[in-house]
């Protein structure tokens, strides 16, 4: 129900936008986000945004990088990712939370889209 791509492989410094696409299911009530996993490591939230995009949330490692934003038809979900480093390699994930706004614990999302790969050269 959740589909997320973009992802792809560039140097440090460069940019890469992420999509994420719903079908079957309006999402537009629901809070979403972003997270990311690198090989060994937890999950880890990366960007959250509310139902209305009226607030966003970001982690510390990606604040002032990276800029969430929902479509204007709000079934689809973007992720800007600038000034990207090499400990940003990981597969990111969409994903919809069960309330109407974001939080930052994987276990309050019900829907996840399948994940993109993305990886940054040095």
């Known amino acids: 129900q959740l589909q997320a791509f973009g992802g792809g492989l560039v140097q440090a410094g460069g940019s890469l936008r992420l999509s994420c696409a719903a079908s079957?299911?309006?999402?537009?009530?629901?809070?979403m986000g972003w997270f990311r996993q690198a090989p060994g490591k937890e999950r880890e939230f990366v960007a959250g945004i509310t139902w209305n995009g009226g607030s966003t949330s970001y982690a510390d490692t990606v604040k002032g990088r990276f800029t969430i934003s929902r479509g204007s038809v709000k079934n689809t979900l973007y992720l800007q990712m600038n000034s990207l480093r090499p400990e940003d390699t990981a597969v990111y994930y969409c994903a919809a939370n069960r309330r109407a706004y974001y939080t930052t614990s994987a276990h309050e999302y019900v829907y996840w889209g399948q994940g993109t790969q993305v990886t940054v050269s040095s």
């Open positions: 079957g299911r309006r999402f537009s009530n629901n809070g």
